[in-house]
Structures are given as C-alpha cells and as structure tokens.
C-alpha cells in the first residue's frame, strides 16, 4: 500500500529565510505527488501537483517542488517565508496504478514563522 | 465562484446520538470525496461518489458510518451512535471528474469539526 511520511512535525523559519518541507512516499509505480496547505479554519488549498515530465515543478504562492525518484521524495521549497505562510502543509500521493481518486496524505507539517 | 461549503462548521453531541454532515460540492462536480482528520493521523479517505453511486466505500470505519449523495449535488455523512473516537474534522473535497483521474484537482471544503462528549 502507499503511504507518506512528512518527518518534520513542526518546523519554525523566521519571516525572509529559505524553507524546505520534506516529503517521502512509499509507492511501486510512478506516483501523482500533491502539496495541499490548510491555513487556520480553512480546507485545503492545492498548492502544486507533479504527474510526469520536468521534475521540478512551480505552483502557487512562490512555491516549488523537486520530485526525486531515486530518493522518493518530493520536497516542497520556497526562497523567501512570508508571515502569511504559517499554516499546516500536507503532501499526498496519488495511485496511478489503481483507483484513480483516492489520495493518501501524510500527516502534516506544521510551519511556524517568526518575525 | 463559490466553492466547496460544508455545515454545520461546528458539532457538539452526546455519545450514542447520531449527527448528519452535509457537503455542497462546486457546482457541476460529478466527483465528491470524504476524509476525516484527526488529532494526529492526518487525514484518512473515507468514501468516494461518481454522481449519486459510491464505488468505494473501503474507508468507512464501521457500519456505524454512511453517506449519500442525491441529485449529483448535495452528499450527506451520517454517523449513528456516535463515539467519542468519532471526534474529528470531516472534509468534504469535489472535483470535475475521475475520467480524467488525477489530472482533476480535488477542492476542499472548510470541514465540520465533530466533538463527541
């Protein structure tokens, strides 16, 4: 079965530096990799999605995502935290192999950022 | 455009009392999905609807759970004699279509946040 695990729980940035949330998944065949963020009170919001091609992939909100199959990774990036990016993070990963709308989550990292 | 809106976005309840969870889908969505988040887990699929029928139940976690979904609109998640377990945030998300698989984005809506006394 796929899973995802985020091993960072929380993480704290101060406003202006870089940001990396990891992200590994478990999966056999060519994964559909997803960020979602859920800021406070809110649902989720897609931030960026890979299914095949350029490995590295830009989406919203200044964000980016490297997919690295030799490490089974797909670790989300942004230059430069905003105080507005405190909010939770969840990657998910697709079954391309199977049922083709079930996302499997992990278990989110909480982003912090101090002024 | 509007989009996914759930209610109510808050529910108190007794265990043993049963607690219906609506989901309004995007307009025109014929995919709707359920998971349910917990302190902790993470979020977990729940059920899945393609219009009105369900072809994967598989993350139910007991019969004490169902849901439905009529007109290819509204879905509804009942849960009966409810347990203190049960206390969650429940996401309801809608997408255009599975055809097109994971090529259609899943939308979210804000979740009702269950607490079982």
């Known amino acids: 079965a796929q899973s995802v695990t985020q091993p960072d729980i929380h993480i704290t940035v101060s406003e202006g530096a870089s940001l990396e949330l990891r992200c590994n998944y478990s999966?056999?065949?060519?994964?559909?990799l997803f960020w979602y963020v859920q800021s406070p009170g809110q649902g989720l919001q897609l931030l960026l999605k890979y299914f095949s091609g350029d490995t590295l992939v830009q989406g919203i909100k200044g964000f980016e995502a490297e997919f690295k199959r030799s490490q089974s990774s797909f670790n989300l990036r942004k230059p430069s935290v905003h105080w507005s990016d405190a909010a939770e993070y969840f990657c998910?990963?697709?079954?391309?192999?199977?049922?083709?709308?079930?996302?499997?989550f992990g278990k989110g990292t909480l982003l912090t950022v101090n002024p | 455009g509007a989009g996914v809106s759930q209610s109510p976005s808050n529910k108190v309840t007794e265990k043993g009392k049963d607690v219906e969870l609506r989901c309004d889908p995007i307009s025109g969505h014929t995919a709707l999905y359920w998971y349910r988040q917990s302190l902790g887990q993470g979020l977990e699929f729940l059920i899945y609807?393609?219009?009105?029928?369900?072809?994967?139940k598989s993350g139910l976690p007991s019969d004490r759970f169902s849901a439905e979904r009529t007109g290819g609109s509204v879905s509804t998640l009942t849960i009966q004699r409810t347990q203190q377990e049960d206390s969650a945030v429940y996401l309801c998300a809608s997408s255009l279509a599975t055809a097109g698989g994971f090529q259609e984005t899943q939308y979210f809506g804000p979740g009702t946040r269950l607490l079982v006394l």
């Open positions: 609807f393609q219009g009105n029928s369900a072809p994967d």
């Open positions: 998910a990963v697709g079954n391309s192999g199977g049922s083709n709308y079930k996302l499997t």
């Open positions: 999966y056999g065949a060519t994964p559909y």
